[in-house]
T-cell receptor, first 113, second 113 residues
Framework: AQSVTQLDSHVSVSEGTPVLLRCNYS??????LFWYVQHPNKGLQLLLK??????LVKGINGFEAEFKKSETSFHLTKPSAHMSDAAEYFC???????????FGRGTSLIVHP | DTGVSQNPRHKITKRGQNVTFRCDPI?????LYWYRQTLGQGPEFLTY????????KSRLLSDRFSAERPKGSFSTLEIQRTEQGDSAMYLC???????????FGPGTRLLVL
C-alpha cells in the first residue's frame, strides 16, 4: 500500500523568499518519489525525482528535495521564489515493483510581488 | 518528439451521451496511463497499458468506462451514458520501458450538463 500527504493546501510567499512545500509518504516497499508542477491550462511537468540514489535531489528551475527515510518525508524547497513559480505542486509516490503512482492532493503556491 | 497530445481539449456533453477521448503518447513509449483529476484534487489513476495490453484498472473505472490501445500506439477512453459526476479533467501520460518518469498531456476537460 502507498499513500502521500501534502501537509499544506496553500503556501503563500513573497518573491525572493524561500519556498517549502511539505510532503510525507507511506510505502510498503522501497519508494520512488516525484514532484510535479501544474501551471494553469498546462500539463503536469516533472520537477524532480528520487529513485534510491542520492537523498538530496536537484530538479529544474532551482528546486530541490531531500528524501528522509526516518521521517518518511520528501519536502520540496527553493531558496528564492519567483513569480513564475506560482502553480499547483503535486508530490507523488510509487512503491517498488508497481507502475502505479499515487498523487497527493496538491499544494497551491502563491507568490506575492 | 512532440510530447503527449490529447484530443479534444474540451468537451461539453449532455447527461446520458457517450464521449470518446484520444491520447497520442510520445512515439516509442510503450506504457500509457489514464488519470482523472477533479477540482482541488490530485490525479487519480484509472488504467494503464503496456503496448496494446491493458494491465491494470482502478476500481474507479466503472463498467461505463472502456479504454483501448489497439495497435500499441494511440489510446482511446470512452465513457458511456455520461453522468454529471464524470465531469473532470482526463489526463493521459506515457513512459518508456523501465523509465519511471511519466510525461503528461494537457488533458481533456469534460463537462457533463
Amino acid at each position: 500500500a502507498q499513500s502521500v500527504t501534502q501537509l499544506d493546501s496553500h503556501v503563500s510567499v513573497s518573491e525572493g523568499t524561500p519556498v517549502l512545500l511539505r510532503c510525507n509518504y507511506s510505502s510498503s516497499y522501497s519508494p520512488s518519489l516525484f514532484w510535479y508542477v501544474q501551471h494553469p491550462n498546462k500539463g503536469l511537468q516533472l520537477l524532480l525525482k528520487y529513485t534510491s540514489a542520492a537523498t538530496l535531489v536537484k530538479g529544474i528551475n532551482g528546486f530541490e528535495a531531500e528524501f528522509k527515510k526516518s521521517e518518511t518525508s520528501f519536502h520540496l524547497t527553493k531558496p528564492s521564489a519567483h513569480m513564475s513559480d506560482a502553480a499547483e505542486y503535486f508530490c507523488v509516490v510509487r512503491s517498488g515493483g508497481s507502475y502505479i503512482p499515487t498523487f497527493g492532493r496538491g499544494t497551491s503556491l502563491i507568490v506575492h510581488p | 518528439d512532440t510530447g503527449v497530445s490529447q484530443n479534444p481539449r474540451h468537451k461539453i456533453t449532455k447527461r446520458g451521451q457517450n464521449v470518446t477521448f484520444r491520447c497520442d503518447p510520445i512515439s516509442e513509449h510503450n506504457r500509457l496511463y489514464w488519470y482523472r483529476q477533479t477540482l482541488g484534487q490530485g490525479p487519480e489513476f484509472l488504467t494503464y497499458f503496456q503496448n496494446e495490453a491493458q494491465l491494470e484498472k482502478s476500481r474507479l473505472l466503472s463498467d461505463r468506462f472502456s479504454a483501448e490501445r489497439p495497435k500499441g500506439s494511440f489510446s482511446t477512453l470512452e465513457i458511456q451514458r455520461t453522468e454529471q459526476g464524470d465531469s473532470a479533467m482526463y489526463l493521459c501520460a506515457s513512459s518508456q520501458g523501465g523509465e519511471e518518469t511519466q510525461y503528461f498531456g494537457p488533458g481533456t476537460r469534460l463537462l457533463v450538463l
